[in-house]
């Protein structure tokens, strides 16, 4: 097989989420916009051959970096990595205080083995939805007066609720939900008077743009196929005259 063939070879769809991986990096990195995104994620699940599927990501990559190739080889599918997730160490933050007022922890931190926070008049939110671990098993220490805090865990990760509620509560609802292999567990304790902690389970947003672009790539598929099956779109042949 010649150089000059690749480009006419029929992509498959493991080759299409390749493409599409390299684009969702370069939306989070900021060198697309949405509209760019999603223009180019529509071409990459319309694109039938590597030569309708390399000009997608051929400009992205930064000076000085390779730009990526489609691979012809087929590569192991990424695990969930929750053993890259748990890192050990102290934990970027142990405790947080809002006095008639607010806090947050979200994003990339990492969560250490006993996570104390207080909310007296005022909020608090705990996101461990893109967070690190420090061990395998964290706990959450939460005191409620008068105010709140929600804390909330990706999916395939284990709660366990142990607080005590005076004229307050705790939320159980995320509780008896198995969790993944090699997953954290996160164990909610404190105390809430007059006040409450929430437990909810959300996907972070590169998983509902996941999902959202393998609702499109569906959809483009239906299109297609469509069209395929449309007597109108089919060329008549020389034999039906």
Same mark, same amino acid.
């Given at each position: 097989?010649?150089?000059?063939?690749?480009?006419?070879?029929?992509?498959?769809?493991?080759?299409?989420?390749?493409?599409?991986?390299?684009?969702?990096?370069?939306?989070?990195?900021?060198?697309?916009?949405?509209?760019?995104?999603?223009?180019?994620?529509?071409?990459?699940?319309?694109?039938?051959?590597?030569?309708?599927?390399?000009?997608?990501?051929?400009?992205?990559?930064?000076?000085?970096?390779?730009?990526?190739?489609?691979?012809?080889?087929?590569?192991?599918?990424? *695990?969930?990595?929750?053993?890259?997730?748990?890192?050990?160490?102290? *934990?970027?933050?142990?405790?947080?205080? #809002?006095?008639?007022?607010?806090?947050?922890?979200?994003?990339?931190?990492?969560?250490?083995?006993?996570?104390?926070?207080?909310?007296?008049?005022?909020?608090?939110?705990?996101?461990?939805?893109? #967070?690190?671990? #420090?061990?395998?098993?964290?706990?959450?220490?939460?005191? #409620?007066?008068?105010?709140?805090?929600?804390?909330?865990?990706?999916?395939?990760?284990?709660?366990?609720?142990?607080?005590?509620?005076?004229?307050?509560?705790?939320?159980?609802?995320?509780?008896?939900?198995?969790?993944?292999?090699?997953?954290?567990?996160?164990?909610?304790?404190?105390?809430?008077?007059?006040?409450?902690?929430?437990?909810?389970?959300?996907?972070?947003?590169?998983?509902?743009?996941?999902?959202?672009?393998?609702?499109?790539?569906?959809?483009?598929?239906?299109?297609?196929?469509?069209?395929?099956?449309?007597?109108?779109?089919?060329?008549?042949?020389?034999?039906?005259?």
């Amino acid at each position: 097989m010649t150089d000059d063939a690749v480009p006419d070879l029929r992509a498959s769809d493991a080759d299409r989420e390749r493409v599409a991986d390299i684009l969702r990096d370069a939306l989070a990195e900021g060198r697309l916009d949405m509209g760019e995104f999603e223009e180019r994620l529509d071409a990459t699940y319309r694109a039938r051959t590597y030569g309708e599927l390399a000009p997608i990501t051929r400009d992205l990559p930064a000076e000085g970096v390779t730009a990526p190739a489609v691979s012809l080889h087929k590569e192991p599918a990424a *695990g969930p990595g929750w053993r890259g997730r748990i890192v050990g160490g102290e *934990g970027s933050s142990t405790w947080a205080v #809002a006095v008639m007022s607010g806090f947050q922890r979200k994003g990339r931190w990492t969560v250490p083995r006993r996570f104390t926070c207080v909310a007296f008049w005022g909020g608090g939110e705990i996101d461990l939805r893109e #967070a690190n671990f #420090a061990d395998r098993e964290v706990e959450i220490n939460a005191i #409620a007066v008068m105010g709140g805090v929600d804390v909330i865990v990706p999916p395939g990760v284990e709660v366990v609720v142990r607080g005590i509620g005076i004229m307050g509560g705790f939320d159980h609802r995320e509780e008896g939900v198995p969790g993944e292999p090699g997953a954290p567990r996160v164990i909610v304790t404190g105390f809430a008077f007059w006040g409450g902690v929430g437990v909810q389970r959300k996907l972070t947003r590169a998983e509902k743009l996941r999902i959202r672009e393998g609702r499109r790539r569906e959809k483009l598929e239906r299109k297609e196929g469509g069209r395929e099956l449309d007597p109108s779109r089919r060329r008549d042949s020389p034999w039906e005259h």
